[in-house]
């Protein structure tokens, strides 16, 4: 099983139900929970796809001059879901 890191959300809209979404301090714990929890279970791996979508812990807007999220700034776009599984895919191929 292979679960995704919490990346790096853009502000969003801080008056929608969930601003605390952008928190670093937040985002941080969680991966660390999901972290503990792949190292506790065999057959769970970490995507680390932050190193693609927050380079440097800043968010990436675009690459390759494909925009990666949808308005609400939580979800990727389907061109930003489709540069992630470019990135993902050769990856999981030589895992295997």
């Given at each position: 099983m292979y679960l995704f890191e919490v990346p790096c959300?853009?502000?969003?809209?801080?008056?929608?139900?969930y601003?605390?979404?952008?928190?670093?301090?937040?985002?941080?714990?969680?991966?660390?929970?999901?972290?503990?929890?792949?190292?506790?279970?065999?057959?769970?791996?970490?995507?680390?796809?932050?190193?693609?979508v927050c380079p440097g812990g800043t968010r990436a807007e675009n690459i390759d001059g494909v925009h990666l999220w949808q308005p609400d700034e939580q979800h990727l776009s389907d061109a930003g879901a489709v540069v992630v599984w470019k990135w993902w895919l050769p990856q999981l191929r030589a895992a295997h």
């Open positions: 959300y853009g502000a969003g809209d801080v008056t929608a139900a601003p605390e979404r952008s928190d670093p301090r937040r985002i941080a714990a969680l991966n660390q929970i999901y972290a503990d929890v792949a190292r506790s279970m065999a057959h769970v791996q970490i995507v680390h796809w932050r190193t693609l």
